[in-house]
């Protein structure tokens, strides 16, 4: 089992930034990804960005260029650096990580929402 703690959502003006954070319970080596995932209201959950334990990262389209993964191993922490965020960016941020068993742990999200 692994536990995901999210902080670091609120309000914030278009074209401001934030940095989520994602606190797990246990050793991130032992994961082989983790990332971040939102979902807007009435849409469905997607993909924000991912890194492996390897640091390899990924992006979806629309965030590319202005959000950043990262990780912390000693911290057991993963980050998400967002710049220049837009209304179209509010959703709950969902912290997630994928085990080497392909089990995924979710976290309970937190809320960005970005005013226009």
């Known amino acids: 089992q692994v536990q995901l703690v999210e902080s670091g959502g609120g309000l914030v003006q278009a074209g401001g930034s934030l940095r989520l954070s994602c606190a797990a319970s246990?050793?991130?080596?032992?994961?082989?990804?983790m990332g971040w995932y939102r979902q807007a209201p009435g849409k469905q959950r997607e993909l924000v960005a991912t890194i492996t334990s390897g640091s390899s990262t990924n992006y979806a389209d629309s965030v590319k260029g202005r959000f950043t993964i990262s990780k912390d191993n000693a911290k057991n922490t993963v980050y998400l650096q967002m710049n220049s965020l837009k209304p179209e960016d509010t959703a709950v941020y969902y912290c997630?990580?994928?085990?080497?068993?392909?089990?995924?742990?979710w976290g309970k999200g937190t809320l960005v929402t970005v005013s226009s």
């Open positions: 997630n990580a994928h085990s080497g068993l392909g089990v995924d742990f």
């Open positions: 246990r050793f991130m080596f032992s994961l082989n990804s």
